[in-house]
């Protein structure tokens, strides 16, 4: 059975987080906790990712914590506000 974020390992652009994504996705059934840490890790890798190819957002100072750059000012913008809500709001 083919996993939800297989797609994403035949992209090379999205290399940077496929693994971690996969990876999250492997281990729900055996270890929910897991699994939830993992996702978080894949969420941070996303959103650095975008940073990398949007040259508009800067992280703010030296700060480039998972918080502190999905609230920096230009990230929110970029999505619809009630996805970016939905990811605040489990982070």
Same mark, same amino acid.
């Given at each position: 059975?083919?996993?939800?974020? $297989? ?12 693994? $971690? ?15 939830? =840490? ?8 996303? =959103? ?41 709001? =489990? =982070?």
């Amino acid at each position: 059975m083919e996993m939800n974020f $297989a797609f994403l390992e035949k992209k090379q652009e999205y290399e940077l987080f496929s693994g $971690a994504c996969i990876d999250a996705e492997r281990i729900l059934e055996s270890s929910p906790v897991m699994s939830a =840490v993992a996702s978080r890790k894949a969420l941070e890798l996303c =959103v650095k990712w975008i940073y990398s190819i949007d040259s508009a957002l800067e992280p703010i100072g030296n700060r480039e914590g998972l918080q502190s750059l999905l609230h920096n000012n230009g990230f929110p913008s970029l999505m619809d506000i009630t996805l970016w809500r939905r990811i605040t709001d =489990v =982070v």
